[in-house]
């Protein structure tokens, strides 16, 4: 395959052996909040329900996809946690790959446009899933809504991508081009979010006045109790 063995969810998933569905559990949890972005987590659910299909996995559907909502949850929770606990001490460096200062204002407007189901279409989102929970903590999100929320969202994301897995298992195409279908599954997944990105733009376009000066005033920071 084109992807790293530690990316190729076939390859995991054959490593793991017996552990495959707990070994999945660890890897959905981490990628949805430990800080570690670059993991496959929509491959891996997908080949999941794939494995399951065809018997490799011998685990109940219903159990695996309750356990993989359970992690990516949870998971989820624990990347809230250590933004709401180091708050900007995580966003320091401008020159950061990924928490650079200037996101936590960002994301604080992304919440104030999008509202809670920003929530739920960052799971579909490789790294941005990872990122928005630690950024969502930083700035103080009410934690009911986001608890809420992020609930709603792993109950789609985890059973729902597990379940076309389970449905595709045994279309024997499917099984020969398990690459491809992998790769396309990454590419549909980043559709919600392209379009919501475009429409912005279209809304922010349409919005400005004219006359609009050059240089807006500053916003607030996000320290509040209430970010979202």
């Known amino acids: ?3 790293p063995n530690w990316m190729d969810p076939e390859y995991l998933l054959n490593w793991m052996g017996n552990w495959a569905l707990w070994g999945t559990l660890i890897v959905v949890f981490i990628e949805c909040g430990v800080l570690f972005p670059i993991l496959p987590g929509d491959s891996l659910l997908f080949a999941v329900g794939l494995f399951i299909a065809r018997g490799t ?3 109940p559907l219903w159990l695996a996809c309750v356990l993989l909502t359970a992690s990516a949850f949870l998971g989820n929770v624990s990347g809230y946690y250590i933004g709401r606990f180091l708050g900007t001490s995580l966003f320091r460096n401008p020159n950061a790959r990924f928490l650079k200062p200037k996101y936590i204002e960002q994301t604080h407007d992304f919440f104030e446009r999008y509202g809670p189901r920003a929530l739920v279409m960052a799971r579909f989102v490789p790294i941005v899933r990872t990122f928005i929970t630690i950024v969502a903590g930083a700035g103080r999100m009410d934690p009911r809504k986001f608890f809420l929320w992020t609930g709603v969202g792993a109950i789609i994301w985890a059973p729902g991508i597990t379940l076309l897995g389970h449905a595709l298992g045994n279309v024997q195409f499917i099984h020969d081009h398990l690459e491809s279908a992998l790769i396309l599954l990454v590419l549909v997944s980043l559709i919600p979010m392209v379009v919501e990105y475009l429409l912005a733009r279209r809304r922010n376009r ?14 607030h920071p996000v320290t509040n109790n209430h970010a979202d």
């Open 1 to 3: 395959m084109l992807m």
């Open 57 to 59: 996995i011998d685990v």
């Open 206 to 219: 349409n919005s400005a006045p004219a006359d609009a000066p050059k240089h807006a005033a500053p916003k």
